[in-house]
C-alpha cells in the first residue's frame, strides 16, 4: 500500500510538472506584415538571428528579435532563399531554390552579397543546407540521375563542389524544401537526411563511414505532398516529423519518431502533433517543437506525447547554436519568439 502511495504520487508530481511546463510556453509574434515568405532562419545566439525568403528577402536582428534591418538584394529580386547558415552578425551564406540555384554570401553584416555558386540547369533544386562548424557545410538538392544532390563546402561557402558520394535516391523521392531542417549536420560530422513523396526514408552517414545507412520511415508517402520534412536531433535521439503539407488539417498522415544510434528505431508517439508540421526543433533534454501551418506543439518527454500551444501558421523554428533564444518565422514576413 505504501509503495503503491509513492507510485501515485511520482505520477501525480509528473503530471504536474508536464502541465506547468506547457502552460509555461507561449509563442509571441515580433514582426510580420512583409511580402515574403520565410523558410530559412538561423539564430546566432541570443542577439544576433537572420532569415531569408522569397523576393529576394533577407532580415537580421542584433537585438533577440525586438528589431529587424530588412533588404532586399539587388539583382536578386526574383529569388526565393529557403535557407540562411549565418555565422555570427557579420557573416552568413544564403541558398535560391529554383532556377538558377544560387549560393551568396556576406562578410560585411549584409551590406554585400557576393554569388559562390550559380547553376541554371532546371534539374537542379536547392533544399537544405547545414554546417558542421564554420568551415564545413553541406547543401542538400532534390535526385539527379538517382542520387541526392549534395554540395559540400570546406571553407565556409567561398566554394561549392559536388560531392562524389551522394546518397541513393528511389523513384519519385525527393527531400522539401519547407524550413531547411530536411539536411541536419550533427556531432562529428554525422550527415541526416529525411525525404518523402513515392517514400519516406531516414538517410544517415556516419563519421568515419563513406556508407549511407537507408531506413524506411512510418510516414505517410506516396503522393508528391506526403513525407518525412523535418528532423532535429538531441542528445542521442532525433524527431522526425511530416504529414501531407496539401491536407495539412489530417492529423493521421502527421507522425513523430524517435531514432536512436547505433541501432535505429523508431516509435510512434502516443499523441502526435495536431495536423502538418514542417519543422522540428531540439530545445533542451527531452524538449521540442515542431511548427507548421496548422500551428506549433511541444513535447517534454523526446516525443512519445505532443501539445499544441499555438494555432498560428509558421514554416520554420529554430534555437539559437549559442544560448536559448527559440525563434519562428512563416509567410507574410512573420517572425515570433517562444517563450519559455
Known amino acids: 500500500m505504501k509503495l503503491n502511495r509513492i507510485l501515485i504520487s511520482s505520477t501525480l508530481l509528473c503530471s504536474l510538472w508536464f502541465n506547468s511546463v506547457l502552460k509555461a510556453q507561449t509563442i509571441t509574434v ?48 526574383k529569388s526565393d532563399f ?7 552578425d557579420k557573416e552568413a551564406v544564403i541558398m535560391s531554390s529554383g532556377t538558377p540555384s544560387l549560393i551568396l554570401k556576406t562578410v560585411d553584416g549584409g551590406q ?19 554546417f558542421a562548424d564554420n568551415l564545413h557545410g553541406y547543401i542538400l538538392g532534390d535526385p539527379i540521375n538517382n542520387k541526392f ?3 559540400e563546402t570546406k571553407d565556409g561557402g567561398e566554394t561549392w563542389n ?24 550533427s556531432g562529428k560530422e554525422a550527415i541526416y537526411i529525411v525525404s518523402g513523396g513515392s517514400n519516406a526514408r531516414l538517410i544517415s552517414l556516419q563519421p568515419h563511414n563513406d556508407q ?34 496539401a491536407n495539412d488539417k489530417k492529423t493521421d498522415s502527421v507522425a513523430t519518431i524517435q531514432a536512436v544510434h547505433p541501432a535505429l528505431t523508431f516509435t510512434p508517439p502516443q499523441t502526435g502533433p495536431a495536423g502538418f508540421q514542417s519543422s ?30 499555438d494555432s498560428t501558421s509558421f514554416n520554420v523554428c529554430r534555437r539559437a547554436k549559442h544560448g536559448k533564444l527559440v525563434l519562428l518565422a512563416g509567410n507574410s514576413g512573420k517572425i515570433a519568439v517562444l517563450k519559455l
Open 112 to 130: 554585400t552579397w557576393h554569388e559562390k555558386y550559380r547553376k541554371t540547369d532546371t534539374t537542379y533544386f536547392l533544399d537544405a543546407m547545414d
Open 82 to 88: 529557403r535557407d540562411i547558415e549565418a555565422f555570427n
Open 30 to 77: 515580433l514582426q510580420q506584415d512583409k511580402p515574403t515568405s520565410i523558410r530559412g532562419l538561423s539564430v546566432v545566439d541570443d542577439n544576433t538571428a537572420w532569415i531569408s525568403g522569397s523576393k529576394g528577402y533577407i532580415a537580421k536582428t542584433n537585438d533577440g528579435g525586438k528589431t529587424w534591418d530588412w533588404q532586399q538584394i539587388k539583382g536578386y529580386e
Open 162 to 185: 559536388e560531392s562524389n558520394n551522394a546518397p541513393n535516391s528511389l523513384p519519385g523521392e525527393a527531400s522539401f524544401a519547407a524550413s531547411g531542417t530536411c539536411l541536419r549536420v
Open 149 to 151: 544532390l549534395l554540395l
Open 212 to 245: 549511407w545507412q537507408y531506413s524506411n520511415l512510418p510516414l505517410t508517402h506516396g503522393k508528391s505532398s506526403e513525407g518525412a520534412f523535418s528532423i532535429s536531433i538531441g542528445q542521442n535521439a532525433g524527431i522526425i516529423v511530416g504529414g501531407d503539407y
Open 280 to 309: 522540428v526543433e531540439h530545445i533542451k533534454s527531452g524538449i521540442f517543437l515542431s511548427t507548421g501551418t496548422p500551428g506549433s506543439n511541444i513535447t517534454t518527454n523526446g516525443g512519445q506525447t505532443w501539445k499544441q500551444i
